[in-house]
């Protein structure tokens, strides 16, 4: 898929992928032991030449996986590319959602401004020697330390004069074997709950690394507008006395049940209102890979919510113990013979909090590409 601004004709960026897969696709073929084809898509206009991140790309990329029922799509763009950490990359990769994408941004520059030319040899083995590297990380591929090899680390080379070949061709050959895309076919909310779990169930370090890196539950404080909504109501809360009153009324079993049914439907709420999920459009064809990049979303916003949910009870707690007068309780005509302790006012804290919650989920603001750039979908980057 071909992602360009008005700064590059069209006609030169699909020019410059037709070159870049005859340059790669010998060495693929050859390292793999299996025939590679690729197709190039329709051309995707980006409205301005600003920086882009590469979850930017995910939804229109994982509609074109779905459509053309492809096993990997290679994203090429023009554009600055940012990583999770703002920095400016020669391209970005995700096993988890079979997902590539190659900035020629640096790789045309020179310095001081100026710039090579899209077509000029050493961007295009550069390119190439860049989307070799990028397309084994993809398979899984390790790091290989022996510089001229396509997984030895990248960086441009004015001296390449050749596209460098993979160092491990018979593991190259074993990861390609267990690389074509399984699809499944869904037609129910149950079916489509059973691909999703059996997809995560035979993927688990896919998950389980992308959460690591994701570091999830402290998605709220890159967040803003979501902790502000949900903060915001304990001050008004914690003060009122028919809250406590009714806190005070429910029992420890009520509120963290709850709590939990809120911050799972809140979790929910955010992945369908935002439409996080991948595809965007509704498809009745799920590829493994794009099931187990929702499954990572949905969890991750999980953890996110729970995360959330600690933040606001401990906030709410603090100001139960050192800013609420202890004997203002007493002047409440329907709390006056109460006497809270230290599991009580837990308790508040846990109900407050999960107002907290469900109040972030609906006013967060929050929107679908922001949520996607903080989520580690992309797992590595060059």
Not at 24 to 48: C, D, K, N, V
Not at 244 to 268: H, K, N, P, R
Request: charged share 20%; hydrophobic share 50%.
């Amino acid at each position: 898929m071909l992602a360009a601004t008005s700064s590059i004709p069209h006609d030169q960026l699909v020019s410059f992928a037709r070159q870049l897969m005859q340059d790669a696709l010998p060495e693929l073929e050859t390292a793999t032991g299996r025939p590679w084809h690729f197709h190039i898509t329709e051309p995707l206009s980006l409205g301005s030449n600003e920086r882009r991140h590469a979850g930017d790309f995910l939804g229109e990329g994982s509609l074109r996986l779905v459509e053309g029922s492809f096993d990997l799509i290679v994203i090429i763009t023009d554009i600055a590319v940012m990583s999770r950490r703002d920095r400016i990359v020669f391209g970005l990769s995700s096993p988890l959602a079979r997902t590539v994408v190659l900035s020629t941004h640096r790789l045309r520059r020179l310095g001081r401004g100026d710039k090579l030319a899209l077509d000029a040899r050493q961007v295009r083995m550069d390119a190439a020697a860049l989307l070799l590297h990028l397309i084994g990380q993809t398979l899984g591929a390790p790091s290989d330390p022996r510089p001229g090899t396509a997984m030895s680390p990248f960086q441009p080379d004015p001296q390449r004069d050749r596209v460098p070949p993979f160092g491990d061709r018979k593991a190259m050959e074993h990861l390609a074997s267990r690389f074509p895309e399984r699809e499944h076919s869904v037609g129910s909310p149950a079916g489509d709950l059973g691909v999703h779990l059996g997809s995560a169930l035979r993927h688990p370090r896919l998950v389980l690394r992308a959460l690591l890196r994701n570091r999830a539950i402290l998605l709220p404080l890159k967040m803003p507008a979501l902790a502000t909504a949900a903060v915001a109501p304990v001050f008004v809360l914690v003060f009122s006395a028919e809250f406590w009153d009714a806190g005070l009324g429910m029992s420890q079993l009520t509120a963290w049940s709850y709590a939990g049914v809120s911050i799972l439907a809140a979790s929910l709420f955010l992945c369908f209102a935002q439409r996080l999920f991948l595809p965007r459009k509704e498809s009745h064809i799920v590829p493994e890979h794009l099931a187990v990049a929702n499954v990572v979303i949905f969890l991750s916003m999980l953890m996110a919510i729970i995360g959330l949910f600690v933040m606001v009870a401990a906030l709410a707690l603090a100001i139960e113990l050192w800013v609420f007068p202890s004997d203002l309780i007493s002047t409440w005509p329907t709390l006056s013979n109460e006497q809270a302790g230290i599991a009580d006012l837990l308790k508040i804290a846990v109900f407050i909090s999960t107002v907290g919650v469900t109040t972030g989920a609906l006013a967060g603001g929050l929107h679908r590409r922001q949520v996607l750039r903080h989520m580690a979908l992309f797992q590595t980057e060059v």
